[in-house]
């Protein structure tokens, strides 16, 4: 039977083929090399000054490259990289035969957590350019990856007492056993288990004493920055929340954030990042439940843009007795500034507000209700009903108000936000940190998964072609005006052969961005 053969490991070639034959036109490899070429660092704030004295650096072009081919390729550890660029033919082409040792790659990470955010920016760049941004619609979420810290290892202060409870008990059982021991050996048995459990008791104690110097209410001892955070129901885990808006054309997010917070309190610092990023306020947005709160609700409505947030249920003790006596069934006249119940009583105020930590409200109530035949159905408290009214409800209503006349828009939520965390944590398996010791480097690894999602998003909708066609253009006509002039190259006779057909489509503009790290970029006006 005769089989494929292939050829022999020690026979040597006449003519041998260069790594950039190996590499095919179009392989994704080469668009990531013009990707990171098109990048000015110096703006984007990656430091390429070094001292002439001791060991060169590589230069972060070469590691940018690096990571990017690695997220792109579902490879995040240092220490796989490293091996990578040993024996990966693409990676030597890319890196011209470098191989940068694990630590190295490592700390151009968790150094540039910020310069990173501005190369996920640039993704966002060059799907405007391609129109794949539609800045009408947007979604925001937040997604739970775990940290590099375990439930072990993160204490709240009930925990901390529950432990040195623990020792307490421990130590007094020890003492009696020492009192009664018998022997030597047995007696310095004992009071090695005291020596251990005083030390852990010491431990704990400084860990109280941390909490009450910062004022956290929890502690991580592997990864400080790390929160415990419910992710679901009431499992909770030791992870960081990466806030996300989408855009709900493709599917291509704009903005990420880590934090250790949860979601509540978040909506009002997106959408600000959102309006900076697209450079106007002429969009809705949509978010879950989790965001909705009267203070968010009225930053962004003053903003200019409409919200459409999911409206929470109503908490049990926030109930009437009848469903039908609930607070959202009181009419609010606002020329009056009073309240009318379901059974015709005008309900006033004092025209006093009353403050808690997070907003004022004011107190609507009657002195119909001591004689009211359906009170009981309306409320339980002995002074009768007493409605609240928050500062920031007129923002509460005019969102109801929105989802109420566009109930299928907010349907369209979850298909848009979830796309992205889909991706990245089922399908890619980033559902975890993997850097460790702060949400700065976080942050660093979260921005290389951003970067890596659009960038493949970006190509699956353009395709690869079409997409390195535009960054040529963009390398030689904004970085290098003067390189169309010099000899052909690869390059240059590829852009000649498209050059009539590109240049009808492309127009210079300048970037709507605010952030001074955008240069001018191009638009295509249609395919070609």
């Known amino acids: 039977m005769k089989f494929i053969q292939g050829i022999d490991r020690s026979q040597t070639s006449r003519f041998p ?32 000054e070094f001292v002439d004295n001791g060991r060169p650096a590589y230069h972060p072009k070469d590691l940018l490259k690096l990571f990017i081919y690695g997220y792109l390729n579902r490879l995040r550890s240092s220490r796989s990289l490293e091996k990578e660029t040993k024996r990966n033919i693409e990676l030597m082409w890319l890196l011209k035969g470098l191989s940068p040792d694990h630590n190295t790659i490592n700390n151009f990470r968790k150094d540039n957590p910020k310069s990173i955010k501005r190369v996920f920016r640039k993704t966002v760049d060059i799907a405007r350019n391609f129109d794949l941004i539609g800045g009408l619609l947007l979604a925001g979420d937040g997604t739970r990856l775990r940290a590099q810290n375990s439930k072990k290892h993160n204490y709240n202060q009930n925990k901390i007492d529950r432990h040195i409870g623990y020792i307490d008990s421990k130590l007094e059982e020890y003492t009696t056993m020492l009192a009664d021991a018998e022997g030597n050996e047995e007696k310095e048995e004992i009071e090695k288990k005291i020596a251990e459990k005083q030390q852990r008791r010491v431990s704990y104690q400084k860990l109280e004493k941390e909490l009450k110097e ?29 806030q996300s808006t989408v855009d709900a054309k493709n599917k291509i997010p ?3 954030q880590v934090t250790n917070e949860n979601d509540n309190g978040a909506m009002g610092n997106m959408v600000r990042r959102a309006k900076s990023i697209l450079g106007k306020n ?6 879950d439940k989790g965001y909705h709160k009267g203070k968010e609700l009225d930053i962004v409505q003053r903003l200019g843009i409409k919200t459409y947030v999911a409206i929470r249920d109503i908490p049990k003790t ?22 009318t119940c379901p059974s015709g009583h005008t309900m006033h105020s004092s025209k006093r507000w009353y403050k808690t930590s997070n907003y004022r409200f004011k107190h609507y109530k009657t002195s119909a209700c001591k004689t009211c035949p359906v009170r009981d159905q309306c409320t339980e408290s002995k002074n009768g009903r007493v409605i609240h009214r928050s500062e920031y409800q007129p923002a509460v209503e005019i969102n109801k108000a929105n989802i109420k006349a566009n109930p299928d828009l907010y349907k369209q939520r979850q298909s848009t936000v ?13 559902d975890y940190i993997i850097t460790k010791k702060t949400m700065a480097r976080a942050s660093a690894d979260v921005g290389f998964i951003f970067i890596a999602y659009n960038i493949r998003r970006i190509i699956n909708i353009v395709g690869v072609e079409k997409l390195m066609i ?38 210079f503009q300048l970037s709507s961005s605010t952030n001074s790290y955008s240069p001018p970029f191009l638009i295509f006006n249609g395919s070609f």
């Open 470 to 507: 535009f960054l040529r253009i963009f390398w030689l006509y904004i970085l290098d005006p003067t390189a169309l002039i010099k000899p052909l190259n690869n390059v240059g006779s590829h852009l000649r052969n498209h050059s009539n057909k590109v240049k009808k489509h492309l127009k």
């Open 254 to 256: 704009i903005d990420y």
């Open 418 to 430: 979830e796309h992205p965390f889909g991706t990245m944590k089922r399908q890619w398996g980033f």
């Open 17 to 48: 083929v260069s790594l950039e034959d190996t590499i095919d036109q179009n392989n994704e490899v080469r668009l990531i090399d013009l990707f990171v070429e098109s990048l000015d660092l110096n703006i984007i704030g990656f430091s390429i």
């Open 318 to 339: 926030s109930q009437a007795p009848n469903p039908d006596y609930n607070a959202e069934t009181f009419e609010y006249d606002y020329s009056s500034d009073t309240y």
């Open 214 to 242: 910062t004022g956290e209410k929890q502690i991580s001892t592997s990864d400080p920055q790390s929160r415990q955070i419910m992710v679901r129901g009431v499992i909770s885990e030791v992870c960081y929340n990466i």
């Open 282 to 287: 002429d969009f809705s947005v949509l978010f």
